[in-house]
Nanobody
């Protein structure tokens, strides 16, 4: 089993940057694909970025491609989301998610993710 704790959210102006971190407990972190999702008020949770177990493959939502970068450090059991050129429409609660230990490939399907963090608020002011 793995537990996830996000950090790094906050308030930033349009065009600014934030780096989210997701610290995982458990011995099987390095064998799982990981992802970041976000949920704005009144909207469904949506995929933002995903990364394979090794970090060799990544995938992004069209809305963040070229601005956000997902990465992981398996020696620290941590996955990151670097967010640049932030826009007001990026405002949401951001969630870190883990697939089961048998899922090593990157996936954007929300149903492939079984473990979720508590979320961290990101607010981008105009």
């Amino acid at each position: 089993q793995v537990q996830l704790v996000e950090s790094g959210g906050g308030l930033v102006q349009t065009g600014g940057s934030l780096r989210l971190s997701c610290a995982a407990s458990g011995r099987t972190f390095s064998s799982r694909a990981m992802g970041w999702f976000r949920q704005a008020p009144g909207k469904e949770r949506q995929f933002v970025a995903g990364i394979s177990w090794s970090g060799g493959s990544t995938r992004y939502a069209d809305s963040v491609n070229g601005r956000f970068t997902i990465s992981r450090d398996n020696t620290k059991n941590t996955v990151y989301l670097q967010m640049n050129s932030l826009k007001p429409e990026d405002t949401a609660v951001y969630y870190c998610a883990a697939t089961p230990s048998s899922t090593t490939w990157v996936t954007q399907n929300i149903y492939d993710y079984r473990t979720w963090g508590q979320g961290t608020q990101v607010t981008v002011s105009s």
